[in-house]
């Protein structure tokens, strides 16, 4: 068998593929915003000494860093509904999956950036009368950020890849739109080819980035 990649012109990218481009990126960044944010609240409860925020937001991220993501992903689709009655859909389905999901590993690189700013920078929010609130969201959190930014960016690269587990419950994502184009031209071997061309020219590029990143986050330090 010959490969034969005349087919992939502008058009068929366009009609095939760049529907599932979009929804990836899209995917990504929801994930990622919501993922850091809640990830965010989680590190401050397991941080706050308190054991009735501590225990559940530990019990959080640890049962799901233990579970395969694909595995999540099927839950969500498949008990939700069952649960409120009606069908999410596909999209919505991934996209509140990968929220939670993500929010556990956030979670986990913020804790570690919180911590690895220095105690007097909190003891001095005190000693100017900060309360600890104040001193979490103007002296330590973007501290954190800074410190954890290329960490944060390198998972953002990974979820990203991870994105194409959604082609289990059938969502249109970018890995979708090549399998369509290549089912539409009897040519699967060539679009899964370029497909993982596109994804390593996308996730290269990234990491080049995240890494010009790390050397002026070194140089502020």
């Known amino acids: 068998m010959t490969l034969d990649f005349?087919?992939?012109?502008?058009?068929?990218?366009?009609?095939?593929?760049?529907?599932?481009?979009?929804?990836?990126?899209?995917?990504t960044l929801v994930a990622m915003i919501g993922g850091i944010v809640l990830g965010t609240l989680l590190a401050?409860?397991?941080?706050?000494?308190?054991?009735?925020?501590?225990?559940?937001?530990s019990l959080?991220?640890?049962?799901?860093?233990?579970?395969p993501l694909v595995m999540v992903i099927l839950?969500?689709?498949?008990?939700?509904?069952?649960?409120?009655?009606?069908?999410?859909?596909?999209e919505l389905s991934a996209i509140i999956?990968?929220?939670?999901?993500?929010?556990?590993?956030?979670?986990?690189?913020?804790?570690?950036g919180i911590q690895s700013v220095p105690k007097g920078q909190v003891y001095a929010g005190y000693a100017v009368g900060m309360t600890y609130r104040q001193t979490m969201q103007l002296v330590v959190l973007p501290q954190a950020f800074r410190n954890m930014l290329p960490v944060l960016m390198?998972?953002?690269i990974i979820l990203f890849q991870d994105t194409s587990?959604?082609?289990?419950?059938?969502?249109?994502?970018?890995?979708?739109?090549f399998e369509v184009a290549g089912k539409n031209f009897n040519r699967p071997v060539e679009t899964y080819?370029?497909?993982?061309?596109?994804?390593?020219?996308?996730?290269?590029?990234?990491?080049m980035l995240v890494r010009r990143l790390q050397k002026k986050i070194a140089i502020i330090r």
């Open 75 to 90: 839950w969500f689709f498949l008990l939700i509904p069952l649960l409120i009655g009606q069908p999410m859909g596909a």
């Open 165 to 177: 587990l959604v082609y289990a419950i059938g969502a249109y994502d970018l890995l979708k739109g």
């Open 154 to 156: 390198t998972q953002t």
């Open 193 to 207: 080819l370029v497909a993982a061309v596109v994804y390593f020219i996308i996730c290269f590029s990234l990491s």
């Open 44 to 57: 401050l409860m397991r941080l706050s000494g308190k054991k009735w925020l501590e225990l559940p937001a």
């Open 97 to 112: 999956t990968f929220t939670v999901f993500e929010a556990a590993y956030y979670s986990e690189i913020m804790r570690a």
């Open 6 to 27: 005349t087919f992939l012109t502008w058009d068929t990218l366009v009609n095939f593929v760049s529907k599932g481009l979009v929804f990836s990126i899209q995917l």
């Open 60 to 67: 959080y991220v640890n049962l799901l860093r233990s579970v």
